[in-house]
Nanobody, 125 residues
Framework: QVQLIETGGGLVQPGGSLRLSCAAS????????MGWFRQAPGKEREFVAA????????YYADSVKGRFTISRDNAKNAVYLQMNSLKPEDTAVYYC??????????????????WGQGTEVTVSS
């Protein structure tokens, strides 16, 4: 079965950095668009970043543009989210997701077929 396993979350001070990883198995990884979403307590799950099948196309939420970088390694079946200049408002559970590529629907949770269990990121002093 398909598994997406996120790692790399934790507690970090404002201004710090974290790198999230998502290891995928049970799917033809290179044929899927990959996305990162997050959900803060009491809020809806929101789009953070997405990357196309080859890694050439990337998309970001305005709130993270310039601070976060999404990348993928198709040889390792992995996708990454490098998060720099973290802010308290970045605190959330971060999820990776896999779905068919669509340049108009990458922000929608409904575009993604498979989801990980999430990794918690807390930005606090």
């Amino acid at each position: 079965q398909v598994q997406l396993i996120e790692t790399g979350g934790g507690l970090v001070q404002p201004g710090g950095s974290l790198r999230l990883s998502c290891a995928a198995s049970g799917l033809s990884f290179s044929t899927y668009m990959m996305g990162w979403f997050r959900q803060a307590p009491g809020k809806e799950r929101e789009f953070v970043a997405a990357i196309g099948r080859s890694g050439l196309l990337t998309y970001y939420a305005d709130s993270v543009k310039g601070r976060f970088t999404i990348s993928r390694d198709n040889a390792k079946n992995a996708v990454y989210l490098q998060m720099n200049s973290l802010k308290p408002e970045d605190t959330a559970v971060y999820y990776c997701a896999a779905g068919p590529y669509d340049r108009t629907s990458y922000r929608s949770t409904g575009q993604y077929y498979y989801w990980g269990q999430g990794t918690e990121v807390t930005v606090s002093s």
